[in-house]
């Protein structure tokens, strides 16, 4: 039993296609020749895998930053870079993304605020998103918003989404709850105010 190993170079180009054959005979009859043919084709694999370990939609108030880990494998058969970024920031929800390991993968964040990892076949990066509230808004807002991760060279083909929901509420304020900003500033100088006098009064 005879077994085979074939290695094809990792600078083979991507569509290359060729035919290996393999002869044999016997040493006593070299007339009697065997062949076998083998056809052949170098295709590049990018693929991304995309894992989050908790929940995609998160209940929170507008004093708290809400963050997301996602992991990012290189599922492909080659090392190749990945476009890694978000949908936009609206409504004064703020998003930013970065990595987690000191081993970097990944550049610095561009002025499109992407982030451009390379990985090599099997390798893993996990991915902080960060989202910042509207801190002076007044009113409930839900924030919906897209991650995403493609191949540099084939972007739409190969991209992975996952969405992500956040349920901000404005902060709690004890007794002023709920109340407009201008409403509240009147409230606290009203009661200021009464304080003063009855102090004043009791002096008298």
């Not at 035919?19 to 062949?35: C, G, L, R, V």
């Not at 056809?39 to 370990?53: L, P, R, Y």
């Not at 990945?82 to 990595?99: A, L």
């Not at 902080?128 to 995403?148: I, L, Q």
Request: overall charge negative; hydrophobic content about 35%; some cysteine.
């Amino acid at each position: 039993l005879l077994y085979i190993e074939v290695t094809i170079s990792s600078n083979s180009e991507n569509g290359r296609t060729g035919i290996i054959t393999f002869q044999t005979a016997s040493q006593n009859n070299m007339i009697e020749m065997k062949e076998l043919t083998i056809s052949v084709s170098v295709n590049t694999i990018t693929k991304i895998g995309m894992t989050h370990a908790g929940d995609t939609e998160i209940d929170t108030d507008y004093s708290t930053s809400t963050s997301f880990e996602i992991l990012l494998t290189n599922q492909g058969n080659t090392e190749f870079e990945m476009r890694v970024f978000t949908s936009e920031s609206i409504r004064g929800w703020v998003i930013s993304i970065s990595q987690q390991q000191d081993d970097k993968v990944c550049g610095e964040i561009t002025d499109d605020e992407e982030l451009l990892c390379t990985l090599d076949v099997g390798e893993s990066v996990i991915i902080e998103v960060d989202v910042k509230p509207p801190h002076s808004s007044e009113v409930s807002d839900t924030f919906e918003f897209t991650f995403s991760a493609e191949p540099s060279e084939s972007g739409l083909v190969g991209r992975k989404n996952m969405e992500f929901t956040i349920n901000g509420e404005p902060e709690d304020v004890g007794i002023f709850e709920g109340l407009p900003g201008f409403t509240t500033a009147l409230g606290i100088i009203s009661m200021l105010g009464a304080a003063m006098l009855l102090n004043g009064r009791k002096k008298q």
